[in-house]
């Protein structure tokens, strides 16, 4: 081979190996974003929690009265959970409404819950007694429940009807599986409303 015949074989060789390599990093670069996205994707929906109309998790919770209550013991009933702290100042705020709506509806077939999150039991039994707090109420211990509703925070609220399955509650005019922030008397007594009704008509 000639000079000029291996210079410019190894010319051809130098410049298709750049871009041999380019194509090879764009393509593994394409490869690692759309598995980023798949992962997004998947711990967005993991983060999301329950969905609507899906079984709403079982759990059961030791009382601070005494005794327990079981989510899937509650079928055939409306029931409505909140999570809530002590520590909590937004949960100050719905504290006088979430025990007035129980005291309108515990005997219409409606059972409300109080998950209390991360919390200390004294500090909790003060604040249950400051806004005589009459409905269930029993600390979350190891954040089992919490856990499998993917609650972001405190307070959030969730409606499960009498299938047992997490329910519609309309925020804003949007339908969503949770209330996120302090919910109203009114918020409450339309979604017990919404449910009783549909207890009824499949009655």
């Not at 410049?15 to 980023?36: C, Y």
């Not at 609507?52 to 601070?64: K, M, N, S, V």
């Not at 007694?129 to 029993?138: K, L």
């Not at 599986?177 to 109203?184: A, L, R």
């Amino acid at each position: 081979m000639s000079e000029v015949a291996a210079d410019r074989t190894l010319t051809e060789k130098g410049t298709a190996d750049p871009n041999r390599r380019v194509l090879v990093f764009a393509g593994a670069l394409v490869g690692i974003v759309a598995l980023l996205a798949l992962l997004a994707v998947g711990l967005q929906r993991a983060g999301a929690g329950p969905e609507i109309g899906q079984p709403a998790p079982d759990f059961t919770l030791d009382l601070y009265a005494g005794g327990e209550i079981t989510l899937s013991e509650l079928r055939g009933q409306v029931v409505v959970i909140n999570f809530w702290a002590s520590w909590c100042e937004p949960c100050r705020d719905e504290a006088p409404d979430l025990e007035r709506v129980w005291r309108e509806y515990k005997d219409q077939g409606v059972v409300l819950i109080g998950v209390d999150y991360v919390d200390v039991e004294s500090a909790a039994r003060e604040y249950l007694d400051e806004f005589n707090v009459t409905y269930p109420n029993g600390l979350d211990k190891g954040q089992r429940i919490s856990h499998a509703y993917r609650i972001r925070g405190v307070p959030e609220t969730f409606f499960v009807d009498k299938n047992g399955n997490i329910a519609t509650i309309f925020v804003n005019g949007s339908p969503q599986p949770k209330k996120i922030s302090p919910i109203t008397a009114q918020e409450l007594r339309s979604g017990i409303e919404r449910l009783l009704a549909q207890q009824e008509e499949s009655g």
